[in-house]
């Protein structure tokens, strides 16, 4: 079993930043191929937002493009969301998810709510 728990999560007005974190640990093969970014607003669909696969390759999904940059640090089994430039719809409850050995885990979600 592997274990997420997301941080950085908070209140921020129009315009401001934050940085989301979320550090894997427990029974990690190896390297964990795939870590994620999802997040899910009130009444909505969860949805991807940005990945980063092992060697660093990223995607983003157009509503964040610009403004979000997922990193991650191999080492200390982290991935990080960079999020600046942040509007009222970017309200959501963030998840992280990573893919190990085939399995799928997910972190308990952190909140992030933009409002002035």
């Known amino acids: 079993q592997v274990q997420l728990v997301e941080s950085g999560g908070g209140l921020v007005q129009p315009g401001g930043s934050l940085r989301l974190s979320c550090a894997a640990s427990g029974n990690i093969y190896r390297i964990i191929i795939l870590m994620s970014w999802y997040r899910q607003a009130p009444g909505k669909e969860r949805e991807l937002i940005a990945s980063?696969?092992?060697?660093?390759?990223?995607h983003y999904t157009d509503s964040v493009k610009g403004r979000f940059t997922i990193t991650r640090d191999n080492a200390k089994n982290t991935v990080y969301l960079q999020m600046n430039s942040l509007k009222p719809e970017d309200t959501a409850v963030y998840f992280c998810r990573a893919v190990n050995r085939g399995a799928d885990y997910w972190g308990q979600g952190t909140q992030v709510t933009v409002s002035s």
């Open positions: 980063i696969t092992s060697t660093g390759s990223t």
